[in-house]
């Protein structure tokens, strides 16, 4: 693909700093460069990959000290003519030099243009593109790493290995066809079964991490939960270190959901502490706080369920329960507040049932260092499936139609079908897997995608 225009943007974030970078991309890069750029050297002349320190003007108006750094296509990020002004950071500075630059003759940039460029060049399939805003919104450590290791290829070459082996079966399926007249066979219908299998698996094996992905891309959800006055706001501030929740005896002081962030060993814990959960709410306010309460729950990845042990240790069980079998498929916590009340709590308390229980004291800050700890493994538990990197929700369709396509192709062979009707679906899975990577894609895709991307990358 070869861009008639040059495009432009800043590339850093917008703001004061040290530094901001603007970048100039496409077929006339240097000629427009070099309209706004002083230096030892004419940019169109300087060999790739260089760094060229000078002066940058608007017509006769110096704007800024700069560097110039020159990347020759193909060997670039976008595949085409790159230039990056390196400017002192601020709005004025950055603004100035765009406006120079589109002046000169460039345009400005959409949402994503530059890695839309390098997708339609042939610098980054959609598997990578997508790593690149993971990388850029990255939650966690894990998170970052994951879409580093999709950003170099990781994904892409796992899905290129499925493609091979779908081809080469797809090849020998229409190749047999070729014979059919002639009574020869050229492949074991078993063999295939158990190749086809095996492809099977891992494509809904990557398609059920999408779980995991999400808690890795945006953090792990934990909804805090109980009666009123169980301690949760109190156990918010005392796990964030700071006063961000309103601490009262009366109940029902909580009406809304509020969410901090606490990141523990590398993973990033959405903590949101809701409205106390009771059958009787003393108005609407608190009602509706009630039914916001159980939305969050809905989203949460583990739920806490915070019982006052001055009550007495079973006092929450009712709720747990009812939680359980409303919300099914979240995790669950149930710790003990208040031990301080306690004349002699108990070092440990049991399972309640395969839910794993913890005793703290809110106010005194007794069990939150084991609290953190058992937040930060739980977390990692859930977020283990992640390999090769991060699937998406588009990524995750994908791969289980592929999945389907290869279930059906398996039973056509199990029940003897003609080659013919066994191909097509292993045709289908592979049309799946293109579109995952970009070598099967339409406009529209290619909008939603680069849609998630700022300006200037």
Do not use: W
Not at 90 to 96: C, I, R, S
Not at 141 to 151: D, E, S, T, V
Not at 322 to 333: F, I, K, V
């Amino acid at each position: 693909m070869i861009s008639k225009d040059t495009i432009c943007a800043v590339a850093t974030p917008p703001g004061i700093g040290g530094i901001a970078i603007v970048r100039l991309s496409g077929p006339d890069a240097f000629a427009i460069a070099d309209r706004c750029f002083r230096g030892k050297a004419a940019l169109a002349t300087v060999p790739t990959h260089t760094i060229h320190y000078g002066k940058f003007y608007d017509g006769p108006q110096l704007i800024d000290t700069v560097t110039a750094s020159v990347f020759r296509a193909p060997h670039s990020y976008t595949g085409e003519d790159v230039v990056e002004f390196g400017c002192h950071g601020g709005p004025l500075v950055t603004q100035q030099i765009l406006n120079a630059l589109i002046t000169a003759g460039a345009r400005h940039a959409e949402p994503g243009e530059f890695t839309k460029r390098a997708f339609l060049n042939g610098k980054l399939d959609l598997t990578q593109v997508e790593a690149v805003a993971d990388l850029i919104h990255a939650q966690t450590i894990p998170g970052a790493q994951a879409a580093a290791r999709q950003l170099v290829g990781g994904l892409t070459r796992r899905l290129q290995q499925l493609r091979q082996q779908l081809i080469d079966i797809a090849g020998l399926l229409e190749l047999e066809l070729d014979f059919a007249e002639e009574d020869i066979e050229l492949i074991d219908r078993e063999t295939v079964i158990q190749q086809l299998n095996a492809v099977h698996h891992i494509c809904s094996e990557l398609a059920d991490s999408v779980v995991a992905a999400e808690i890795l891309r945006g953090g792990y959800v934990v909804g805090i939960v109980g009666y009123p006055n169980a301690g949760k706001s109190s156990l918010l501030n005392a796990l964030l270190g700071k006063q961000r929740a309103i601490v009262s005896d009366l109940p029902g002081t909580t009406r809304d959901y509020i969410e901090e962030v606490l990141f523990l060993d590398g993973m990033s814990i959405k903590l949101v502490d809701t409205a106390g959960l009771r059958d009787k709410p003393a108005d609407r306010i608190e009602l509706e706080g009630i039914e916001l309460a159980h939305s969050i729950l809905q989203q949460s990845n583990l739920v806490l369920v915070l019982n006052d042990a001055s009550l007495g240790f079973d006092h929450s069980n009712s709720l747990l329960a009812a939680l359980q079998q409303r919300y099914p498929q979240s995790r669950y916590l149930l710790v003990h507040n208040k031990l301080d009340l306690i004349p002699d709590p108990p070092s440990a308390f049991p399972s309640n049932g395969s839910v794993q229980t913890l005793g703290i004291s809110a106010r005194t800050g007794q069990g939150l260092g084991q609290l953190k700890r058992t937040l930060a493994t739980i977390a990692k538990e859930d977020s283990q499936r992640v390999t090769d990197g991060l699937i998406n929700e588009r990524q995750a369709t994908l791969l289980a139609a592929a999945a389907r396509s290869l279930a059906a192709a398996i039973d056509a062979l199990r029940a003897g079908l003609s080659n013919e009707f066994v191909a097509v679906e292993v045709r289908e899975a592979l049309n799946a897997i293109g579109k995952i990577t970009g070598e099967v894609y339409t406009d529209e895709v290619l909008q939603a995608i680069f849609s998630r991307f700022c300006i200037g990358k």
